[in-house]
Protein backbone atom coordinates (compact mmCIF):
# COMPACT_ATOMS: atom_id res chain seq x y z
CA UNK A 1 0.00 0.00 0.00
CA UNK A 2 3.02 2.61 0.31
CA UNK A 3 3.92 1.66 -2.58
CA UNK A 4 0.54 3.18 -4.11
CA UNK A 5 0.57 6.03 -2.24
CA UNK A 6 3.95 7.22 -3.21
CA UNK A 7 3.13 6.63 -7.03
CA UNK A 8 -0.17 8.87 -6.50
CA UNK A 9 1.55 11.13 -4.71
CA UNK A 10 4.11 11.37 -7.40
CA UNK A 11 1.97 11.29 -10.20
CA UNK A 12 0.10 14.40 -8.76
CA UNK A 13 3.25 15.76 -7.84
CA UNK A 14 4.33 15.94 -11.64
CA UNK A 15 0.87 16.92 -12.71
CA UNK A 16 1.33 20.18 -10.48
CA UNK A 17 4.51 20.87 -12.07
CA UNK A 18 2.66 20.58 -15.96
CA UNK A 19 -0.27 22.86 -14.64
CA UNK A 20 2.22 25.34 -12.79
CA UNK A 21 4.86 25.15 -15.75
CA UNK A 22 1.70 25.68 -18.18
CA UNK A 23 0.22 29.27 -15.97
CA UNK A 24 3.74 30.20 -16.03
CA UNK A 25 3.72 30.28 -19.67
CA UNK A 26 0.77 32.36 -19.81
CA UNK A 27 1.49 34.95 -17.62
CA UNK A 28 4.91 35.40 -18.66
CA UNK A 29 5.20 34.94 -22.12
CA UNK A 30 3.29 37.66 -24.36
CA UNK A 31 2.98 37.16 -27.82
CA UNK A 32 4.39 39.64 -30.43
CA UNK A 33 1.37 39.86 -33.38
CA UNK A 34 2.84 40.27 -36.93
CA UNK A 35 1.63 41.02 -40.36
CA UNK A 36 1.32 37.77 -42.23
CA UNK A 37 1.05 37.47 -46.36
CA UNK A 38 0.08 35.20 -48.14
CA UNK A 39 0.86 35.08 -52.32
CA UNK A 40 -2.11 33.40 -53.87
CA UNK A 41 -1.28 32.70 -57.57
CA UNK A 42 -2.72 34.64 -60.52
CA UNK A 43 -3.96 31.44 -62.08
CA UNK A 44 -6.03 30.55 -58.61
CA UNK A 45 -7.98 33.62 -58.81
CA UNK A 46 -8.71 33.64 -62.30
CA UNK A 47 -10.30 30.16 -62.36
CA UNK A 48 -13.64 31.29 -62.41
CA UNK A 49 -14.37 29.90 -58.87
CA UNK A 50 -13.65 26.22 -59.37
CA UNK A 51 -10.98 25.15 -56.56
CA UNK A 52 -7.55 23.36 -57.29
CA UNK A 53 -6.09 21.07 -54.83
CA UNK A 54 -2.65 20.86 -54.97
CA UNK A 55 -1.21 18.47 -57.79
CA UNK A 56 -4.53 18.85 -59.69
CA UNK A 57 -4.59 20.10 -63.07
CA UNK A 58 -6.80 23.07 -63.28
CA UNK A 59 -9.95 22.98 -65.33
CA UNK A 60 -9.98 25.01 -68.36
CA UNK A 61 -11.45 28.11 -69.19
CA UNK A 62 -15.03 28.07 -70.49
CA UNK A 63 -15.22 29.93 -73.66
CA UNK A 64 -19.29 29.65 -74.97
CA UNK A 65 -17.74 28.77 -78.50
CA UNK A 66 -19.36 25.92 -79.92
CA UNK A 67 -16.98 23.29 -80.75
CA UNK A 68 -16.12 22.41 -84.51
CA UNK A 69 -15.60 18.83 -85.60
Known amino acids: MPTLIRL ?3 LL ?3 GLVY ?3 FA ?3 YVKPT ?3 VVI ?3 TRDLLSDGAP ?3 GSVAPAQNTDE ?3 Q
Do not use: D, E, N
Open 25 to 27: LVA
Open 8 to 10: IVT
Open 13 to 15: FLA
Open 33 to 35: PKQ
Open 39 to 41: HIP
Open 52 to 54: TLP
Open 20 to 22: VSM
Open 66 to 68: PVS
